[in-house]
């Protein structure tokens, strides 16, 4: 029996999002330095309105200064690290003087274009140059076949759209319309449709591939999914973390080395949970893909060690999720910075790509598949949405054939929830999606 799906904890966050944001002005804390003005303000000389406006210019200052002062020290530990490690990587590389295997070329060459999104955050850059490298030539190769593209958990969509040329026609499905709405303004997605992606509901055959790409670790019942997408499409191209993912981040990986392990997998336990993660070794996992796909291609990269090496620039920007935060992104790409970060993070994480080549295949903390389904999809030529309740097909007003149920589209979305989820169309807030970045992945 599988346990609780640990996927259903996304719901809980995008009912985080979409709640009402309060007003600037009100969330701003009241700063009381001493001197002249809060004399003033808690004589009540001032009028309120006056009163606001103060405390809204000093937090602004305060926060401008602390801002300031973060990116100051936070470059400059990173540069420092930068040039540690770049000597070592320098010295490691000259010794080993090997030809870089293809996978790790290929991955070099996307570097750049990654850098741009995620500057001086190495986790996000080597990992999805890595995936990119695996994807790029597969995915290439079929759209020259015309085989029809659906993605799953495609996000805001920024890595899809590298994937995927702007004529492509991808159908993409999320279960957050915050992010789905980024993807739907890119020209290369058709359709976009607001899901449960653990069950997707596509009719057997339409589609030749389904592409999934980091989405399952954030799975509990993987063989069930892997049962429900393996009836969409003959073909399944997908990138999962391994257990070396949450072994891979500064404590645990820390307190291994020294010598505590207990401690060590307590602390990655911690990162596996705080991300929304349920992580099986390789050989686990490629034993549950096996039992309803033949395993067409399958590559590991980017070793806990290499991982550990990125995961020190996360630990010292504070964060763990790829996205570089904003305040250090923009001092990082400003004009008077990027001469210096662009380059020196283009550099590291290329040694890091070459660097990995190296290393214990058996402690990968990502593997990518291309796989073929046992089961023989049915052909489909006509509608391919069918109805979250009972089934069928939906008819050309989105209307289900059987039970009648009706779904809507919104924001250029069409929500497609079972009826468990459905709060998730009711709650959503369009105003809310308008505030968030288009680059939040």
């Given at each position: 029996m599988d346990a609780k799906e640990i996927n259903r904890g996304y719901l809980d966050h995008i009912r985080n999002v979409s709640q009402p944001q309060t007003a600037a002005t009100e969330s701003i804390p009241r700063i009381q330095p001493p001197g002249f003005w809060s004399v003033a303000t808690l004589r009540g000389v001032m009028p309120s309105g006056i009163k606001r406006a103060v405390r809204f210019i000093r937090y602004r200052l305060v926060t401008r200064v602390l801002t300031l002062l973060d990116q100051v020290l936070t470059t400059g530990l990173l540069v420092l690290t930068s040039l540690v490690l770049g000597a070592f990587l320098k010295a490691y590389l000259l010794i080993k003087n090997s030809r870089t295997p293809v996978l790790n070329r290929r991955a070099i060459k996307h570097v750049p274009e990654f850098i741009e999104q995620y500057p001086l955050h190495l986790y996000p850059v080597v990992c999805k140059s890595f995936e990119?490298?695996?994807?790029?030539?597969?995915?290439?190769?079929?759209?020259?076949?015309?085989?029809?593209?659906?993605?799953?958990?495609?996000?805001?969509?920024?890595?899809?759209?590298?994937?995927?040329?702007?004529?492509?026609?991808?159908?993409?499905?999320?279960?957050?319309?915050?992010?789905?709405?980024?993807?739907?303004?890119?020209?290369?997605?058709?359709?976009?449709?607001?899901?449960?992606?653990?069950?997707?509901?596509?009719?057997?055959?339409?589609?030749?591939?389904?592409?999934?790409?980091?989405?399952?670790?954030?799975?509990?019942?993987?063989?069930?999914?892997?049962?429900?997408?393996?009836?969409?499409?003959?073909?399944?191209?997908?990138n999962e973390n391994t257990p070396y993912w949450a072994s891979g981040w500064v404590k645990p990986f820390i307190l291994r080395t020294l010598g505590f392990k207990r401690a060590a997998q307590q602390a990655a336990d911690k990162v596996e949970s705080a991300m929304i993660q349920h992580l099986e070794p390789k050989d686990v996992l490629t034993d549950l893909v096996k039992k309803h796909f033949e395993i067409v291609e399958v590559s590991s990269y980017m070793s806990e060690r290499t991982f550990f090496l990125c995961a020190v620039y996360s630990f010292i920007m504070r964060c763990y999720g790829p996205p570089t935060p904003a305040h250090l992104k923009s001092f990082f790409m400003s004009a008077s910075m990027r001469w210096l970060t662009v380059p020196l993070a283009t550099g590291i994480a290329s040694m890091l790509i070459e660097f990995d080549q190296f290393q214990d295949r058996s402690r990968d903390s990502f593997v990518s598949y291309v796989c073929e389904s046992r089961y023989s999809p049915k052909s489909s030529s006509g509608n391919y949405l069918v109805c979250t309740r009972c089934g069928n097909e939906l008819d050309k007003n989105d209307a289900c054939e059987g039970c009648g149920k009706q779904y809507f589209w919104v924001d250029q979305m069409l929500f497609l929830l079972p009826e468990d989820m459905e709060y998730v169309e009711k709650e959503y807030k369009p105003e809310a999606a308008l505030s968030i970045p288009k680059e939040h992945l």
């Open positions: 990119f490298a695996f994807l790029e030539e597969r995915v290439h190769r079929l759209l020259a076949e015309r085989a029809r593209f659906i993605e799953l958990a495609i996000g805001e969509g920024t890595f899809s759209a590298r994937i995927f040329p702007r004529d492509a026609e991808v159908v993409g499905l999320d279960l957050s319309p915050y992010s789905l709405r980024k993807a739907v303004e890119l020209p290369h997605v058709k359709q976009a449709l607001i899901c449960d992606c653990l069950q997707p509901p596509i009719s057997s055959g339409y589609f030749d591939v389904v592409l999934a790409n980091n989405f399952l670790h954030h799975v509990t019942s993987k063989e069930t999914t892997l049962s429900n997408w393996s009836r969409v499409a003959k073909k399944l191209i997908f």
